[in-house]
């Protein structure tokens, strides 16, 4: 009975107790994952190893070539800039040390005050017109009103 009974059990085991195939499949998905898994990453790694190869190879010696370019470029710009302004830096100071430009100078000061001397002068009169006009127009209009008063019925 001992014999039946263990056979009962093994049998019971065998029918009831599946993890050991349980185990070998979860084992067999895993490796299989893992396979799929890494020849994807092994692919996009080696894309990206593509593309990096491919901008050293060519899109780095572009920029730097058309980078080296632009800056000679700006700078023989900058050096003709500079030699112009130099040029007009010295021109002024010839100017200001001529003393015909200095007499020219004297001149349009004094005509300039004269001017404003002038300007003045004008600007009194127009006040003093302006003042004379006003006070024209209120004694006109003073007159007005009392004429106005004179015929009001009340």
């Excluded at 085991?13 to 799929?36: A, N, T, Y």
């Excluded at 080696?46 to 980078?67: L, R, S, V, W, Y």
């Excluded at 040390?97 to 003045?120: D, G, I, N, P, V």
Aim: aromatic share 6%; charged share 35%.
């Amino acid at each position: 009975m001992d014999k039946i009974a263990k056979d009962i059990g093994d049998i019971q085991s065998r029918l009831l107790d599946h993890r050991p195939v349980v185990q070998g499949e979860i084992r067999f998905f895993v490796r299989e994952f893992e396979e799929k898994r890494g020849l994807r990453e092994k692919r996009l790694l080696e894309n990206f190893n593509n593309m990096i190869i491919g901008a050293n190879d060519q899109t780095i010696p572009k920029c730097t070539e058309a980078m080296q370019h632009s800056l000679l470029e700006a700078l023989t710009r900058l050096e003709a800039a500079n030699h112009m302004a130099q040029r007009i830096h010295l021109r002024e100071q010839e100017a200001q040390q001529s003393t015909k430009l200095h007499a020219c100078q004297e001149r349009r000061k004094a005509e300039w005050e004269a001017f404003m001397k002038e300007q003045t002068v004008k600007k009194e009169a127009m006040d003093e017109e302006h003042a004379k006009a006003v006070g024209r127009l209120s004694t006109h209009y003073s007159d007005m009103k009392k004429d106005l008063t004179k015929f009001a019925p009340f």
